[in-house]
């Protein structure tokens, strides 16, 4: 009866499950007050399933939910609460907001136990809060524009006073201008609450705008989880890394300490290939975590935009040995605006395609099919094994 | 029917099958709407093997000729079966009564009510009981203020169906209750019974007025509908 009600007795929410039928999901992940935590992967990887568990509407065959210090689900003590015994706000995909009922009317059904006039009260207080007009309040959500439902939707989940906030797809039905003012409503929000805001997202830069927190799932697995900027540089493997679309992955071989010359402590040489069939390519002295032990294995890397430069002319000198110059053509140059996302096809390891994005003025001179050259600082380097299925490297 | 033709100046009109044609249809309906509804709201809401077989006995009715329908509620009520006996030993007279006009009635108009207000609960979007759940409300909450004011067209279009549908049954009546009037002599076999007497005027007459009120009550019905979802 005492297992496990201790362990985690943190503020935070704390959700583990592990369940093959009817669907699988299996993982873990943890999320504090005041932090905003993404689900984010293709469709059908099992956000939704995650979030309506944790909502209550999915009964697991075998899970953890805790928040608060509270257990809202613990099946091995038969333990599991239905939505409307948790304190939950869960904002749907659509809305689902009450079609015969105006924005006011909607936000007090949340609020059953009060008195009828402090229950509108309090609603009109929660929309005025979310920068709903008397008038807009009035209508119908077949009234509102999709921006103002999901604000009626907002308001409604957290009429409730929640102790945790769930949105499943919260700005999918959005157009951009209505999408910038939700952020902004969101991060104040945020600030205000301190409860634990679980996101669901397909949309990677909304993720990585909004969240403190990734979850990276995939086939109802959870993958990953870390901040946006670790996954993004160090992704656990190439699938993680294809989820979360990093554009330079590569094929390679890890050497060890044999190359060139011997690797100097806490280096190790890695072979860059072309394709994993190839024999040839060329070597990189990059960090050993000590994670990859079999010398000669396949394994597959990335590097972020941040360890890779452009320019004009290859540079005179090179400055810590751990760097590269590359030569490469240019073979298309967009324009998006503030950046352009150049590709180039590399010299040598010959035919190995790299996407890049550049700012700045001297990016209006470059010419498509232009030659120039790739500073590649080796540091940002982040080696993956090649992944055996059902295997997962911590 | 002895000598329809005499008072027929005084009473071209059959007011008693009138009303009891009325009284039929209103306990028809008041018997069978809270199992219809019921019923309708589980079949929208609950999937399960062998369900089509449950929606094809609720639609038979519909399909079955009146007679057939009537004939085997005759047989299997009647003095002669099992069923008939004990229900006349509890002291029971269903065949040729009232009482069995209304059972017969009820039973025939069950694909009636129940297929408008099954629609309609199909219609509500699952996920608005689950937002109500996620709201806090029960079940009965639920039912009150989401699904209930979400289905009302479908259930008052389906009220109306069934009362006028029964103001005109024909069939199961007369082979369930014969033509004793006052018992089970309604509007739709009196004017039968009038035009077999080649008393036209009076059956002209009661046509209309059957005709007039299923207009009415349809229309109206379908008024209110219209101005029901324009709202949405």
């Known amino acids: ?394 | 029917m002895a000598l329809p033709c005499l008072d027929s100046q005084e009473n071209i009109i059959d007011w008693q099958a009138l009303s009891l044609s009325l009284k039929l249809a209103a306990v028809t309906l008041a018997l069978l709407l809270p199992p219809g509804m019921l019923l309708a709201r589980w079949l929208a809401y609950t999937e399960f093997k062998g369900k089509y077989l449950i929606e094809a006995l609720v639609v038979l009715p519909l399909v079955l000729p009146p007679t057939v329908l009537g004939y085997y509620l005759l047989v299997s009520f009647g003095a002669a079966s099992p069923l008939g006996q004990w229900l006349s030993e509890q002291g029971i007279q269903l065949a040729f009564h009232f009482s069995g006009l209304v059972v017969a009635s009820v039973l025939f108009n069950i694909p009636f009510l129940v297929q408008p207000i099954q629609r309609a609960f199909e219609a509500v979007p699952a996920n608005l009981n689950e937002a109500a759940a996620v709201c806090g409300l029960g079940s009965w909450a639920t039912f009150w203020r989401i699904e209930l004011p979400l289905v009302w067209p479908g259930v008052l279009s389906a009220m109306v169906l069934t009362f006028v549908h029964t103001l005109g049954e024909f069939g199961v009546v007369l082979m369930m209750g014969g033509s004793i009037p006052g018992e089970t002599k309604t509007l739709a076999i009196s004017i039968y019974d009038r035009v077999q007497a080649f008393d036209i005027q009076s059956a002209d007459r009661m046509a209309l007025l059957l005709l007039l009120m299923s207009l009415l009550a349809v229309a109206a019905s379908f008024f209110a509908t219209s101005r029901l979802t324009r709202r949405r």
């Open chain 1, 1 to 394: 009866m005492t297992t496990g009600t201790n362990e985690n007795n943190s503020l935070g929410l704390h959700v583990s499950v592990s369940q093959h039928l009817p669907m699988p999901l299996q993982g873990s992940f943890s999320c504090e007050p005041g932090q905003m935590l993404a689900l984010v992967g293709p469709s059908g990887a099992g956000k939704t399933s995650m979030l309506r568990l944790m909502a209550g509407l999915l009964k697991p065959s075998q899970a953890k939910v805790q928040i608060a210090g509270e257990i809202w689900c613990d099946t091995d003590q038969g333990i599991c609460l239905s939505a409307r015994q948790r304190l939950v706000g869960l904002v749907f995909q659509n809305y689902a907001l009450m079609p015969h009922m105006n924005a006011i009317d909607n936000v007090s059904l949340a609020m059953l136990h009060l008195p009828v006039k402090a229950r509108v009260h309090a609603a009109i207080d929660w929309l005025n809060r979310m920068g709903l007009t008397p008038e807009q309040q009035q209508r119908l959500p077949a009234m509102l524009s999709g921006g103002q439902q999901q604000r009626v939707a907002l308001a409604r989940a957290l009429a409730r006073q929640p102790k945790l906030l769930l949105m499943d797809e919260p700005f999918s039905a959005v157009d951009q201008m209505s999408r910038r003012g939700l952020y902004t409503l969101i991060a104040d929000l945020r600030r205000d609450l301190h409860i634990p805001i679980v996101l669901v997202t397909h949309d990677l830069n909304e993720a990585r705008q909004l969240a403190d927190k990734l979850v990276v799932m995939d086939a109802g697995q959870v993958l990953q989880q870390g901040t946006p900027a670790h996954i993004h540089r160090s992704p656990r493997n190439a699938r993680v890394a294809d989820l979360v679309g990093i554009p330079n992955r590569f094929h390679g071989r890890w050497s060890g300490a044999q190359g060139p010359y011997p690797a100097p402590q806490g280096y190790a040489w890695l072979q860059w290939l072309f394709s994993p069939q190839d024999t040839q390519g060329v070597h990189l002295l990059v960090h050993d975590k000590g994670r990859l032990k079999k010398q000669n294995q396949a394994v597959t890397w990335v590097i972020q935009g941040d360890g890779l430069s452009v320019h004009d002319h290859a540079p005179d000198v090179i400055s810590n040995p751990p760097s590269i110059a590359l030569t490469a053509r240019l073979t298309s140059l967009r324009s998006l605006g503030e950046i352009s996302l150049a590709t180039l096809v590399l010299d040598k390891p010959a035919g190995c395609q790299m996407q890049l994005t550049l700012s700045g003025s001297w990016r209006q001179h470059l010419q498509p099919e232009q030659t120039v050259a790739v500073h590649m600082d080796c540091s940002w380097i982040h080696v993956m094994p090649v992944r055996d299925e059902g295997q997962s490297s911590s």
